[in-house]
């Protein structure tokens, strides 16, 4: 069960429910954007949800008495978020994100040509892995690395709120790049990187995410256990 289970998610689902229950709008889009900012950072993705956790608790505080997040820290969001930072030990964290990006191609991988080989090809004897799923991978793995690390949450605490708003600009270029790509440019491209048994292809494939998503879970539990949270 502990390779199924994924203490990460599941602080982070805590955290999802727990941030609504904040009253004060201003308050909850704070504790949001210090987490954001807080992400561009060498901290643990684990350390940020338990830190999380604790900036709801200092929000529902506010709450009750009637401050804003900034009031109740004492000094700006800013200042409190880079003395977190600085007073944390440096961690392998663009280790741990490469990590958690491999694994998530691998289950992206499985899920493309999942749909493209059922759904698009209508379950041929052989196929493989087309140009156009493996450009589309490629393009949503640059974009989620680009557009959540570089653009939304390090501009995340940006005083001028058109700047916060460059993620969703970045997002829809992106889209709009790869619909060109794929339709300008590849749509008479037919051909395969890797060709063979289209369902032994996909087993393969669904074998790969699984052991990959085990590997993700056995990762988070471990690191669970160096917080008290």
């Known amino acids: 069960m502990a390779l199924i289970h994924n203490n990460l998610k599941d ?59 900034s009031e109740k820290l004492g000094i700006s969001m800013k200042e409190f978020c880079d003395g977190i930072i600085q007073s944390t030990e440096e961690y392998p964290a663009r280790r741990e994100r490469i990590y958690q990006e491999v ?24 196929w493989g892995i087309s140009i156009q799923l493996t450009v589309g991978l490629l393009v949503f793995l640059t974009l989620n690395r680009m557009t959540s ?22 997002m829809l270029a992106g889209f709009i790049i790869y619909v ?17 048994n289209g369902w032994l292809i996909l087993s393969v494939l669904a074998f790969m995410a699984l052991i990959a998503t085990f590997s993700m879970n056995r990762y988070w539990n471990n690191c669970s256990q160096k917080y008290n949270y």
């Open 11 to 69: 602080l982070q689902k805590e955290n999802s429910i727990s941030i609504k229950t904040i009253r004060s709008d201003q308050n909850r889009n704070e504790v949001t954007r210090m987490i954001q900012y807080l992400s561009s950072s060498h901290l643990s993705l684990f350390q940020i949800e338990v830190i999380q956790k604790d900036l709801i608790g200092i929000a529902l505080e506010a709450d009750r008495e009637q401050m804003t997040m």
């Open 103 to 126: 694994v998530t191609a691998v289950q992206y991988l499985f899920y493309l040509y999942a749909i493209e080989y059922i759904i698009f090809q209508s379950v041929p004897a052989h």
């Open 149 to 170: 690390l570089y653009i939304r949450n390090r501009l995340s605490l940006h005083p001028k709120a058109y700047m916060r708003s460059m993620y969703n600009v970045a």
């Open 180 to 196: 060109l790509i794929t339709r300008l440019f590849l749509r008479h491209i037919h051909t395969l990187l890797f060709y063979g």
